[in-house]
């Protein structure tokens, strides 16, 4: 079955970076694009875009919040997706989820806590 394991985040200043991960199994990860998400406090029934990436990576798509500070890159032989987050803010503090994109799965992991704060 598929599984989506998320990993990388913490606490972190405002201005700070942070590198997130993804480790999926259970589909053929190579062929398919790949996204993450994210779910902000007091948003539990929402998960809004955060940058996707194509199947071999040579696209690349941000939402506009994001574009300039984060990088979404991928890994095939280690079915590993990443986000590099830089020049973070307050209000990237969320739970960010990775998925297939487009067409997520239904099932999603358990996220990972980002916290930006001083």
């Known amino acids: 079955q598929v599984q989506l394991v998320e990993s990388g985040g913490g606490l972190v200043q405002p201005g700070g970076s942070l590198r997130l991960s993804c480790a999926a199994s259970g589909f053929t990860f190579s062929i398919d694009g790949m996204g993450w998400f994210r779910q902000a406090p007091g948003k539990e029934r929402e998960r809004d875009f955060v940058a996707a990436l194509n199947s071999n990576g040579g696209k690349t798509y941000y939402a506009d919040s994001v574009k300039g500070r984060f990088t979404i890159s991928r890994d095939n032989a280690k079915n590993t997706v990443y986000l590099q987050m830089n020049s973070l803010k307050p209000e990237d503090t969320a739970v960010y989820y990775c998925?297939?994109?487009?067409?997520?799965?239904?099932?999603w992991g358990q996220g990972t806590q980002v916290t930006v704060s001083s």
């Open positions: 998925n297939r994109s487009p067409a997520p799965f239904a099932s």
